[in-house]
């Protein structure tokens, strides 16, 4: 298990009862997460006093109740990393705080290449990996097929005063996107990609991940340089295991350039339990 400990802007609080108990910052959020399977111990104080609680409903969707005036967003710290948080109407706040064991891994892995790095980020959302990449040195290209997510993106990025750093944000379907860059001879040392289990592009096209994970795998091995750093693929789809992600990895990036993969579960410290709610599964192929 990968965990995400060294947050002090935001803490997994508690859970249970099919929901989690989040500080985003100063403010609290109650949310639903379809994981939590057991009941909340002692659902006082906080759970009761929380600012904002998500509420699912029956015919699908779900709204906020807010018993709390609270700003329209409000900015939150990794580091020297800031995101804009916003809880949406899909019950998201625009940040997956679990992927901070990612961000901090890649620095690194920038950092430490000690040469110029070109990054790609795939399915980049609002480009909190994008951001880690930039703030390492890195060039980075950011894809996402969602124009409103790019711009939060683009925010999230001026908050990190990276607003003049290299980094290019495309708002286009990244299957296409990945085959004009095959075509123009473009390469990259590292891609970084988080595929949803369904999306459409912006002209209607379809992404189903177990029947398009591995082609597009295979198709973004063409795009890396002779000396690739990485490839980091995140999924959250239920039913994809550390052990399948870890065979796509050997059997697209591994027999291409042969490397080192991990692969494994990520998760959020709960403060209340001690435990660790697992929140997707991350693999990393790694040049040796």
Same mark, same amino acid.
């Given at each position: ?24 910052? =100063?403010?609290?959020? +109650? ?28 015919? &699908?969707?779900?709204?906020?109740? $807010? +018993?709390?005036?609270?700003?329209? +967003?409000?900015?939150?710290?990794? &580091?020297?990393?800031? $995101? ?5 109407? $899909?019950?998201?706040?625009?940040? !997956? ?25 795939? !399915? ?40 003049? =750093? ?8 990244? !299957? ?7 075509? +123009? ?13 369904? &999306? ?15 082609? $597009? ?12 750093? !990485? ?25 291409? =350039? ?31």
């Amino acid at each position: 298990m990968y965990k995400a400990d060294q947050w002090k802007d935001y803490e997994l609080l508690d859970t249970g009862g099919g929901e989690k108990l989040e500080r985003w910052g =100063s403010y609290v959020l +109650r949310r639903p997460d379809p994981q939590i399977i057991w009941p909340i111990a002692d659902e006082t104080g906080r759970w009761k006093t929380a600012d904002g609680h998500y509420h699912r409903s029956s015919s &699908g969707g779900g709204e906020w109740d $807010f +018993r709390t005036k609270m700003p329209d +967003r409000w900015t939150i710290s990794y &580091g020297d990393l800031k $995101f804009h948080i916003k809880p949406t109407s $899909f019950k998201h706040t625009g940040l !997956f705080p679990e992927q901070a064991v990612n961000w901090s891994w890649m620095m690194d892995k920038i950092r430490s290449a000690k040469r110029p790095i070109r990054v790609l980020n795939l !399915f980049a959302y609002t480009g909190g990996a994008t951001i880690a990449a930039a703030s390492a040195g890195a060039e980075v290209c950011h894809v996402d097929a969602a124009k409103g997510m790019v711009q939060w993106a683009k925010e999230n990025a001026q908050l990190s005063g990276l607003e003049n =750093s290299r980094v290019r944000y495309i708002t286009d379907d990244v !299957f296409k996107f990945v085959q004009r860059e095959q075509r +123009r001879g473009r390469q990259y040392d590292a891609i970084i990609m988080d595929p949803p289990s369904y &999306g459409r592009g912006p002209n209607g096209e379809m992404w189903k991940l177990e029947e398009n994970l591995y082609p $597009f795998l295979e198709s973004c091995t063409t795009i890396l340089s002779p000396d690739p750093l !990485f490839v980091l693929v995140n999924s959250y789809t239920t039913g994809l295991s550390p052990s399948v992600l870890h065979n796509l990895l050997h059997m697209t990036m591994g027999r291409k =350039s042969g490397g080192t993969i991990h692969c494994g579960e990520i998760g959020l410290p709960i403060t209340a339990s001690g435990l660790t709610l697992p929140c997707g599964i991350l693999g990393r192929w790694e040049a040796e």
